[in-house]
């Protein structure tokens, strides 16, 4: 690593002393590009944010791909219906890595309202791995654009060397659901999500912990 | 002028139309009419002059469970004489075997996917029904889901609140649990 007071120095004479892993995140995190696509109601403020008001422009995520090939960033805007279910995981497969998937809104996280309902898939990250969730039934633009804030912070934090898509061994591939008799089959993919524990497990745990 | 079940019954010979009334609020009493002359009611509402029931706005069915019938209820305005709504109502046995109707796609072409939904979430055949397919739910789905008996797959996880009634549903159905509940199960 390079010593900061001697980066500072070379910085104002105009030499710009950075790691590549910097300059590689840098490069991602400046142009994310979403997939085109909305589901329901979230998709509208979804809209608003990339129209001139919010203008996701200034976050470099303005340019929506209308395919997954050329797509970063899927943005789940909306209620996932089981139906849709199975698309939805179809083209997060087809985007190239590294991608990275924003829950946007109750529906996308949980079901929201609709949680109860028997064709509504209760969260989206059942499937797919989620980097970031916008809570708010829809959420305004701005929480969107804290969104793509966030998940550029996250890219910035990621080392090349640890990354799933430089994994050889990580699944770059997820199991499409099929639509079954009942339900969607699975109703889960277990390597993405675990029911949450309830606090008898907790305190089950820390009573082992303990003795 | 909508016609009486006297009118009716006289324009179609052998038809069994009952009035049902509705609640005062609604004022809506509506027509019940026997599955056989169903077809032939539709048209003569439709094509009659002084009625012109052009317009079949809404085609919903209703479960009465312990009643053991399904009641199929079409909305009917005429956009020409501006009047409406005519509540058709037509009942059929809850059993999936027994339960048709015939299609009222031949009178009102709007019907169509009307009909599809009532097919796909109550298990409605509708005998002579173009296209007769699910709409709203995959293909490959055999339930019914807005009939009263019908039993949701339990793919929710365990509520933060331990909820009696989920909790049930889950455990009956072999659904989506966390550790603590699972090991319930197993006792």
Redesign the interface.
Known sequence: MIDEGLKSELQKQGVFVVSTEWLYNWGRKSSIWPLQFGLACCAIEMIAAAAARYDLARFGAEVFRATPRQADLMIVAGTVTKKMAPQVVRLFNQMPEPKYVIAMGACAISGGPFKDGYNVLKGVDRYIPVDVHIPGCPPRPEALLHAIITLQEKITGQHIDQTRWYDATATTEFPIPVCGEHDLLPAANPEVWQPPKDYRDVTNEESTKKS | MIPTSEQLCAAVPGAVIEIVPSTPAAAQPAMLVDREHLVAVARYLKNEPSCQLDFCSCVTGVDYLAKGFIEIVYHLYSVALKHGPVVLKVRAPRELNQCHVPSLTTVWRGCEFQEREAFDLYGVKFDGHPDLRRI????????H?MRKD?V??A????E?T?HDEVLKRTKAAG???????AVEVKK
Not at chain 2, 136 to 143: I, Q, S, V
Not at chain 2, 155 to 158: C, F, I, K, L, T
Request: net charge negative; glycine share 4%; charged share 15%.
């Open positions: 709203l739910m995959w293909n490959e789905f055999t339930d889901p019908y949701p797959p793919d929710y996880e365990w933060p331990p659904g989506i649990m966390p550790p603590s509940a």
